[in-house]
């Protein structure tokens, strides 16, 4: 089932056309990666669904959720589904959270707006999702701070403030880059049990293609703001019809040795 | 003789009204003339902190570094001995090792040794002469490791030391850059003692590659036995935790549980709590290295010994 439907999407920022007409199914309970180098547009497709782009950029196409166009609603109802329908997890975990606000807080707020919860309930939920990403003694997690985990705990927390809402979208740009290995595997089984578990459309963004063979279901190999390519996982893998896929493929280490 | 040899170092960092945080808990490495070493680990392992004691940036609580045969004195006030600016590192971040208000040229014209100049420099690092006359936020985050390699290269060095100069950068750039170092290096004869926490690069660069956790070197050997035959578990952990890109969907080994605090190690191996073979001489006493790994499960005649 198509959850999210990106159609012709065009971005152009300060008269150059960033995207040049992309498409894109999201479904759920199926994790679809995004691959390309820096800079082929990869980011600012994950930007225009959740109306983020930069001041200036001017959007084309649609962006379909549940039958409305995104890129034509009012800021103010675009407000609205961010953050409750569409979730978003970020790079960087570090910058990402507030350094001066709670765990806790920072994952009530989200809840207390959008789904109107009181207090007392809002912080039943935060806990629960804190145990849900796997967070150690989750009801002491809420009254502490960013600077107190560690970098793998935080993007679980980032991903629990993601998931805050019961988003049917979850937009992950280069969730694991800034983390070690070990972290990230962790990072990953976690967003491949989510997406499972709650039938979450997933977005992964990201230009490691190991990241990308391990948990998307469908992978779209992006170009100067153009899909070059998009497909089942095994096949772009392992039998890339486009050259410049191939050619991604093949700079990789691990690739001459079997 | 060795071109650098760390014997059982050991830094602390102090803190006013903490307890020390020992970072590098009795580290030994040595590096040949014309050797690249790869050391990885994770954040937080003290991998750079080992790099600085090298380079005498940080003073260390005990052990030695020796840069062929002669002692590493820490720096001081004083002008450093000249023979020591033979060691040179790259940092990890160029947009906060270069100064933002001199221009390239004149800051790679620091530290030329012979009658070398700045564009002949930046052509060694894949640059064009002309760009000297320009300033660093003139380029990008590639372009500006690539200055800060000329720089050090500047010194005609006989050891270079990367502390994790790729992470900073695009991952298109990465692979480019620690191959300029890779290539530079040899050249020159020089050694490269090259910190990265990601395994594929040091293994497309590195001749040797050193395993650190928790302040101690775990693992070392030639890279092609350590990535086909990893003895240690944590060795076996890291690259098993490595995504691989064939397609079948396999999700990655993950490591439970986090690096413990360098403040409070474990008693015993420092890695026994995470350890999937941990045995009960793990807890208590501290292996010690046999053929380059530090594990009890290589070490038969010692965990009988218990």
């Not at chain 1, 988003?167 to 990953?188: C, H, K, M, N, R």
């Not at chain 2, 380079?55 to 052990?63: E, L, S």
């Not at chain 2, 221009?103 to 420099?121: K, M």
């Amino acid at each position: 089932m198509t959850i999210l439907a990106i159609e012709e999407l065009t971005v152009e920022l300060g008269g150059r056309r960033l995207i040049r007409g992309i498409d894109l199914a999201l479904e759920a309970g199926k994790v679809h990666g995004l691959a390309g180098e820096s800079g082929s547009g990869k980011t600012m497709t994950g930007l225009a669904v959740l109306g983020l782009l930069p001041h200036g950029a001017r959007p084309g196409g649609t962006i379909s959720l549940g039958g409305t166009d995104l890129l034509a609603l009012a800021p103010k109802e675009m407000n609205k589904r961010r953050g409750s329908e569409i979730g978003m997890v970020f790079q960087d975990p570090s910058t990402s959270l507030h350094p001066m606000l709670s765990v806790g807080r920072q994952l009530t707020d989200p809840m207390r707006h959008h789904l109107k919860l009181d207090r007392r309930q809002a912080r039943e939920r935060a806990a629960e999702l804190l145990g849900k990403v796997r967070i150690p003694d989750p009801e002491g997690a809420l009254g502490r701070y960013p600077h107190h985990f560690s970098g793998g705990m935080r993007q679980r927390i980032a991903i629990a403030i993601a998931l805050a809402c019961d988003p049917q979208v979850l937009i992950a740009d280069e969730p694991t880059t800034a983390l070690d290995v070990t972290v990230q595997a962790g990072i990953l089984r976690l967003l491949r049990g989510l997406c499972d578990d709650l039938g979450l459309a997933v977005l992964l963004i990201t230009h490691d293609l190991g990241v990308m063979s391990s948990v998307a279901d469908v992978i779209s190999v992006m170009r100067d703001g153009r899909l070059v390519e998009t497909g089942p996982r095994a096949q772009v893998m392992r039998e890339p019809a486009d050259p410049y896929t191939r050619a991604l493929l093949d700079a990789l280490p691990d690739r001459s040795t079997p | 003789m060795t071109l650098l040899s760390v014997e059982d170092l050991v830094v602390d960092h102090r803190t006013p009204g903490r307890p020390p945080v020992r970072a590098v808990a009795g580290a030994s490495l040595t590096v040949e003339a014309g050797e690249v070493v790869g050391l990885v680990g994770e954040s937080g392992c003290g991998k750079s902190t080992l790099a600085r004691a090298i380079c005498g940036i940080t003073a260390p609580t005990a052990g030695s570094v020796a840069f062929e045969d002669r002692p590493v004195r820490p720096l001081g006030l004083r002008r450093r001995d000249p023979e020591l600016t033979r060691i040179q590192m790259v940092f990890q971040d160029p947009y906060a090792s270069l100064n933002p208000r001199r221009r390239v040229g004149r800051q790679i014209a620091d530290g030329i040794r012979d009658d070398a100049t700045p564009g002949e420099l930046l052509e060694r690092v894949g640059l064009d002469a002309e760009v000297a006359g320009r300033y660093p936020h003139e380029f990008s985050g590639g372009q500006r490791q690539r200055i800060a390699i000329a720089r050090a290269l500047a010194a005609r060095p006989s050891l270079l030391i990367g502390d994790e100069p790729i992470s900073a950068l695009d991952a298109s750039a990465q692979a480019q850059v620690a191959g300029l170092m890779r290539s530079l290096a040899v050249e020159s004869g020089a050694g490269l003692l090259f910190i990265s926490h990601d395994l594929s690069v040091v293994r497309l660069i590195a001749d040797r590659i050193a395993v650190m956790y928790l302040g101690k070197i775990v693992e070392t050997g030639r890279t092609a036995e350590v990535w086909d035959d990893p003895k240690h578990p944590y060795t076996r952990a890291l690259l098993a935790a490595i995504p691989a890109p064939d397609g079948s969907g396999t999700l990655p080994a993950e490591l439970p549980g986090d690096v413990p605090n360098p403040a409070a190690p474990p008693s015993g191996c420092r890695f026994h709590p995470r350890c999937p073979s941990a045995m009960d001489v793990c807890s208590t006493r501290e292996p010690v290295p046999l053929d380059g790994v530090s594990c009890w499960l290589y070490d038969t005649a010692g965990s009988a010994a218990e």
